[in-house]
T-cell receptor
């Protein structure tokens, strides 16, 4: 059974600092997604990573995928308060559009 | 393009009742997936519809059933509601094997 684990589960960081969220998964997959969720809201797509070595950046967020290590990272550069949210990674099992989500990382950025 | 829409936004039911949730996919999308997100957890895959057929299913009991219509819209039905069915129900649409886009969700509370 495919398992997706994120760490840390909770991250409290100061504005201006850098940090990385890790997403490990247990079986082979070449498709990985990162989503953001604000409290009580739906999921907002951040990145779609489709191949080994893929790297994508948008603003202060950068995501990468290492399919051999079964690891994806979401790097936050110079955090700002507006980035406070819960971040989920999700793996597409067998490229069938069935997403298996990680546990989520709740990010809180304080002044 | 209206994106993925869901109705209703909120719903309160009592144990034992039945509920129907609705989803209209993004224009051009033919696949609809349903997810359940309990408070503080990541979304869990319920099932997926394509060409009006259930294509795959997660680990949910038969109380959870669905339907897809010729216009690609979909319904999720839950019978004999339990307290544990309280959650945010998310619908996602995609083209076959494409990126999934999530709707705003339906918040179901079972009393």
């Amino acid at each position: 059974e495919l398992k997706v684990e994120q760490n840390p589960l909770f991250l409290s960081m100061q504005e201006g600092k850098n940090y990385t969220i890790y997403c490990n998964y247990s079986t082979t997959s070449d498709r990985l997604y990162w989503y953001r969720q604000d409290p009580g809201k739906s999921l907002e797509s951040l990145f779609v990573l489709l191949s080994n070595g893929a790297v994508k950046q948008e603003g202060r967020l950068m995501a990468s995928l290492d399919t051999k290590a079964r690891l994806s990272t979401l790097h936050i550069t110079a955090a700002v308060h507006d980035l406070s949210a819960t971040y989920f990674c999700a793996v597409d099992k067998d490229d069938t559009d069935k997403l298996i989500f990680g546990t989520g990382t709740r990010l809180q950025v304080f002044p | 393009d209206a994106g993925v829409t869901q109705s209703p936004t909120h719903l309160i039911k009592t144990r034992g009742q039945q509920v129907t949730l609705r989803c209209s996919p993004k224009s051009g999308h033919d696949t609809v997936s349903w997810y359940q997100q309990a408070l503080g957890q990541g979304p869990q895959f319920i099932f997926q519809y394509y060409e009006e057929e259930e294509r795959q299913r997660g680990n949910f009991p038969d109380r959870f059933s669905g339907h897809q219509f010729p216009n690609y819209s979909s319904e999720l039905n839950v019978n004999a509601l339990l307290l544990g069915d309280s959650a945010l129900y998310l619908c996602a649409s995609s083209r076959t094997s494409g990126e999934q886009f999530f709707g705003p969700g339906t918040r179901l509370t079972v009393l």
